[in-house]
């Protein structure tokens, strides 16, 4: 059962977050965006099934750059429709290891460096990055100053599905993720690939 505050989310009301301790809520609330947005009309499930499997490979491969993961989605192909698809991108692999996370982080800037270079990896975070570009310059030295303390304490860069949140939400998210263990904070930067994927793929197919 999801707990009120993802019902809320899902329904359509914003000021409420969801659980972050409700494995369920969270992923069925994420399942639910993605068929509320770009993915209801993008016929992923249909598109995927017809693709060719280098294209596929491509598709996941812009999604989450983990071989094991992109593995295990292509596995489930056909798909039966586009909510399997949402339903696989979390569960695909699950859990993560360290180095395959530390792998997908690779292609993912700073938060709030916006990367030049031309590939889809830099191009996508340009597009999931734009709601932090208009932040004030006190929240933009804030994030800097995160940025570089959880480098320190966590050895990898900070990473959080930019797209929907503004920048004073992603310092608050920041400060935060600041006070957990490293071994919970793994599992969450896993949770918020799997965000960042799920909500690429229908860009990913739209854009071929």
Known sequence: MLC?????????????????????????YM????????????????????????????AFGQCLDVPRW???MASHLP???????????????????SAEIERALLVHPRIGERPDGDDAHA???????SGVDGARRGIRRQLR?????????????FLIRAAGRDA??????????????PD?????????LREIAVLRIARVLNND
């Open 184 to 192: 919970t904070e793994i599992r969450i930067v896993e949770r918020e």
């Open 31 to 58: 399942e639910s965006m993605f068929r509320n947005t770009e993915y209801s009309v993008s016929a992923v499930a249909e598109r995927l099934n017809s693709a060719t499997a280098v294209d596929v490979h491509d």
């Open 145 to 157: 100053e995160g940025n570089v303390a959880y480098e320190k304490r966590f050895g990898h860069v």
């Open 4 to 28: 009120i505050n993802a019902r809320a989310q899902i329904q359509g009301f914003s000021g409420l977050p969801i659980d972050s301790g409700c494995d369920g809520c969270h992923a069925q």
């Open 79 to 97: 798909f039966a429709d586009d909510e399997a698809v949402g339903s696989a991108v979390f569960s695909a692999a699950e859990p993560l290891t």
């Open 70 to 72: 992109i593995s295990a």
């Open 123 to 129: 191009a996508h975070a340009r597009g999931e990055q």
């Open 168 to 181: 004073s939400e992603i310092l608050a998210a920041l400060g935060d993720r600041l006070g957990n263990d």
